[in-house]
């Protein structure tokens, strides 16, 4: 069974930064693709970056030149770092395969305001 725990959201002003971490258990973390969804209220959840198994990533325009993706197959971890945040990042991110192992971890909250 699938476990994915993300963690590392808070609350930050305009222009700070943030750093996502996901540990994934029983997933075969290292031989997966991987990516960083969000989901703001009202919205339907997004994908904002994505990260092969052998490291080339990806992202959405909305978030190109800001966010960097990254993994530790290590230690079964998926990161994004999170520079420049503005208020539309506002959101509950969470992580998972491509394609999705079917269970989502509960998320973290990012809340960017003033």
């Known amino acids: 069974q699938v476990h994915l725990v993300e963690s590392g959201g808070g609350l930050v002003q305009p222009g700070g930064s943030l750093r996502l971490s996901c540990v994934v258990s029983?997933?075969?973390?290292?031989?997966?693709?991987m990516a960083w969804h969000r989901q703001a209220p009202g919205k339907q959840r997004e994908l904002v970056a994505a990260i092969s198994s052998s490291g080339r990533a990806n992202y959405a325009d909305s978030v190109k030149g800001r966010f960097t993706i990254s993994r530790d197959n290590a230690k079964n971890t998926l990161y994004l770092q999170m520079n420049s945040l503005k208020p539309e990042d506002t959101a509950v991110y969470y992580c998972?395969?491509?394609?999705?192992?079917?269970?989502w971890g509960q998320g973290t909250q990012v809340t960017v305001s003033s």
């Open positions: 998972n395969a491509i394609p999705t192992y079917g269970a």
């Open positions: 029983g997933g075969l973390f290292s031989i997966k693709d």
